[in-house]
């Protein structure tokens, strides 16, 4: 193990040069071109033995990915914002098609307006693509939740995008302790998938299907549509359990347990809670120290799994506490922002306590979000609880819109 100094674009880098990736599908959007040009200096001098494929788009991308996938290689790329949007298309494919790429997200606004800083719309808007979605408070979970995802991706064959806020961690340098390539080599074997496409052993890989299951010439009885779509959600239903158990098995290896899919500060008294993820956790968490110092028992909830959704996790943490301030840097737009509506539909199909919550948008297009401004939002929280009422839209927490 070593300490290094890095930017959360290094970090997902060497991450995939720790993963020994095969196949790198590679397009520049920023903030996270700096990805694929730290690739390229692997491959070029020898780090990494991968094929480092140069695209026109996105689209292209994700088409190189499961393409390299699906004849057996590891495969990698990364985007953002417009970027992500445009590989809409081929994130369901390769989710439907049962491929565990890994896709770093550099989270950042999409446009119009155009902006190239931060918030998680662009994710957030693909989050019923089927695939799994990590997020990361610091550089160092980018690192480890590259090496996690691909060991989750590739029991569950199901997609992952690590998603870390653009501009705030990746440009921002911090201590990064990085494992040796021996000790990921043993948490992380060769890849073998299941199915691969082989002149020597011929296969359909998503043909056109039927509606209802159908014979085939094995005299097996293989699903129609609907079955297929059902066995994707069956293994996502049954993700949270295979991530809990390799981030313990994580943990005893590295040293740093991704077993709970929540980030947690202060809970234990707390009688309101931000709930939040990504780097948003680390302002909350200094809002929560000082609402600690006026006396407020303020503590933070911060997911780092947002699909599948950690329903019952989430349930455990939040509904003993009767006042929550949900504050996320996404809007599902003409409801409010999905975290909130998502921790709503948690508590209520768990039959868990009501909480009295408002919603906070914040920090759309790179807007800055300060301790204070949290800590506004703790108040309003605890003046809403009062009056035992919710706001009936989401506030948006800023002083200049």
Known sequence: MAAKILTGNQTAALAAKLCRVQVIAA??????????????????SGELQAEFVRVESEHSAMGVCISASLVGARTFTATAANGLAYMHEQLHWAAGARVPIVMPVTNRGLGAPWTILNDMQDSIAQRDTGWMQF??????????QVILGYKVAERLLVPVMVCFDGFRLSHTMMPVDVPDQEAVDAYLPPFRPAYELDPERPVN?????????VPGVDGRLWPGYMGIRRRLQETLESALDVIAEEGRAFG?????????????YRTEDAEMLFVTMGSLGSEASDACDILREQGVRAGVV???VFRPFPVRA????????PRLAVVEKAISYGLEGALATEVKAALYGLNGARPIGANFIVGLGGKDVKPVDLCEAAR????LASLQEAPAHPIWLSNEI
């Open 205 to 213: 890989i998503n043909p056109v299907v039927m509606t209802d299951p």
């Open 314 to 321: 989430v349930v455990e943490a939040l509904g003993r506490v």
């Open 27 to 44: 397009y520049p959007i920023t903030p996270q071109s700096k990805i694929p040009e730290v690739l390229s200096e692997y491959v070029e």
């Open 135 to 144: 997020y990361c408070l610091n550089n160092q979970e980018i690192l480890d």
């Open 302 to 304: 911060g997911l780092r």
């Open 380 to 383: 309003r929280t605890l003046s």
């Open 252 to 264: 005893e290896r590295f040293g740093r347990s991704y077993e709970d899919p929540l980030y947690r």
